[in-house]
């Protein structure tokens, strides 16, 4: 997927506009991973609500978000999109599996479902309830246990349902979702295995890009690992890419090839994942600051609050959180160049 420019901003009453989103740019090839960071609000989820068509209507966007057959994500249509892309060129593992997934309904069924759904006619009519075409009593008052020339047709959806269990055990298999644990109900499940489900779900379509958005929220510490290398066997084995939104660092660094930093929806630095979180670290200001707030480095926080995107100065968004700002940061927006968006790195 090539992203260019894209920008997305939303109109308020009163002529106003929130720049949730400015001049994204950068690229994800097959096998690789992006790890999108930044503090709440900056834009990140926006910029996945923007990939996949789901932004609200006081949503405007411009740029382009190109996957490798040409398709501008950005410019498709609704139809297009629920056909064509949602589950089948863009698989979505969600924030909350808990809630993606259907309280009332097992994980077997789900997944058949979605299967089902992602191959069209392939597997069409397994759940019909009435009689097939010429079974019925409609068709000769035979039941369709009678009669011989029934059988094909029985035969046909026997077939077809065989098939589709196959086709969600496998689902299952490649997230690593024990078979023994299909016919349970989401609240039957470890946060663990619910998010297994979930990303079996996002597998299911095949799709050659997976966009996670806050794959390892409310998880602990080892299973975010576990997820997170999960989701990273499915990027490098089967030549998937993977965008993976986060506030998490310690995730990113295990997950991603290239790190980009959002602030006040802006990407102020990208940069191969070994070099930011090694040597020689991050060039942005904001970005040292994001490592030097985790407990494992510094542990010491930046100072204030980002701006409101309604109201953002005119010069770089961090100028006044920064301790290297002088007048130039505050007048004029330092644009990304050579991977970082500073007048000072
Ligand atoms: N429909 C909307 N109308 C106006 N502003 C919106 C709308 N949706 C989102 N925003 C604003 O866009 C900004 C970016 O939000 P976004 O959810 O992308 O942030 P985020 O980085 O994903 O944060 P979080 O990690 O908390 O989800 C926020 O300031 C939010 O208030």
Redesign the pocket.
């Known amino acids: 997927m090539h992203v260019e420019d894209l920008s ?1 901003r ?3 009453p009163a002529g106003r506009y ?1 720049e ?2 400015t001049g994204a740019t950068f690229a994800l090839g097959p096998g690789e991973s992006l790890a999108l960071v ?12 923007a990939l996949l068509g789901l ?2 209507g ?2 405007e966007t411009a740029g382009s978000a190109r996957l490798a057959d040409g398709l501008d994500l950005l410019a498709a249509d609704e139809r297009t999109l629920a056909r064509t892309v949602r589950g089948r060129r863009v698989g979505l593992v969600p ?1 909350s599996p808990a809630a993606h997934l259907t309280p009332v309904r097992t994980v077997g069924a789900q997944l058949e479902e979605t299967v089902r759904e992602l191959a069209g006619t392939a597997y069409a009519g397994h759940t019909t309830e009435a009689p097939e075409a010429g079974t019925g009593p409609a068709a000769g008052g035979r039941g369709p246990s009678s009669g011989a020339s029934d059988r094909p047709a029985r035969r046909g959806r026997r077939h077809r349902l065989a098939a589709l269990r196959a086709a969600a055990r496998a689902a299952a298999g490649r997230a690593a979702f024990p078979a023994s644990h299909l016919d349970r109900h989401p609240h039957e499940l470890s946060g663990g295995l619910a998010q297994r489900a979930a990303t079996a779900l996002a597998l299911v379509g095949d799709a050659p890009l997976l966009l996670a ?2 794959p390892t929220t409310g998880l602990d510490r080892d299973l975010v690992e576990r997820t997170v290398d999960e989701l990273r066997a499915h990027t490098r084995a089967d030549g998937r890419a993977l965008l993976v ?1 986060t ?1 998490d660092l310690a995730a990113a660094e295990r997950i991603a090839d290239t790190v980009a930093v ?1 602030y006040a ?1 802006r990407i102020v630095e990208i940069a191969p994942a070994g070099a930011f979180f090694g040597s020689p670290g991050p060039r942005h200001p904001y970005a040292r600051g994001l490592l030097d707030a985790l407990p494992e480095r510094a542990f010491t926080p930046v100072p204030g609050a980002p701006p ?3 109201a953002l100065p005119p010069g770089c968004a961090f100028a006044a959180r920064c301790a290297a700002a002088d007048p130039l940061c505050r007048t004029r927006r330092p644009m990304l160049t050579e991977g970082v968006a500073c007048h000072h790195a």
């Open positions: 997305v939303f109109r308020m929130v949730a989103v930044g503090e709440s609000g900056c834009g990140k989820s926006v910029l996945a609500s932004l609200p006081n949503a924030q958005d806050e939104i506030h959002m929806g409101e995107l309604g």
